[in-house]
């Protein structure tokens, strides 16, 4: 047999199924399949999106109270670390301050409580980015019911 010859058996094969596919009869789309198939999605996308909301709601109110948990921590580190001390010493001798200012700054970073401050940070951080996705999605519920 010749390489370039198409063995006969395939070619068979493919008469018959298209004769199957050109003898099928042809479906036909029920009336509103469209609509009720978009609405389903619809409603799906609405229920996610309030389920977004919520979860954004108590991921909120949990960053809440941990920045006032770590507020308080910080004000109590804050107060009892040197750092108050040296602070106040700038608003009582300014003039000893403005001579020896470079020594005055590193020394209020010396004392400065950087764990309870970062222990505060994150949870400020963590509120502003969940403020921006909650604020996306009302503005994706809102957008989206105006085009309902």
Not at 52 to 73: H, N, P, Q, W, Y
Not at 95 to 108: P, T
């Amino acid at each position: 047999m010749h390489p370039n010859q198409e063995l006969p058996r395939i070619t068979d094969m493919e008469k018959k199924s298209k004769r199957k596919i050109e003898d099928m009869p042809e479906l036909e789309v029920p009336n509103g399949l469209k609509f009720s198939v978009l609405e389903k999605i619809r409603e799906a996308e609405w229920k996610q999106a309030r389920r977004r909301l919520i979860l954004l709601k108590l991921a909120m109110t949990s960053s809440v109270a941990t920045s006032i948990f770590a507020s308080a921590l910080f004000s109590r580190e804050l107060l009892a670390s040197d750092f108050w001390n040296i602070a106040t010493l700038g608003f009582t001798d300014f003039g000893l301050i403005l001579a020896n200012w470079q020594n005055f700054f590193w020394s209020l970073l010396e004392t400065l409580p950087t764990e309870p401050l970062l222990s505060l940070a994150f949870p400020l951080l963590l509120i502003m980015l969940l403020g921006k996705k909650y604020d996306d999605q009302k503005q994706f519920i809102k957008f989206n019911s105006l085009n309902a």
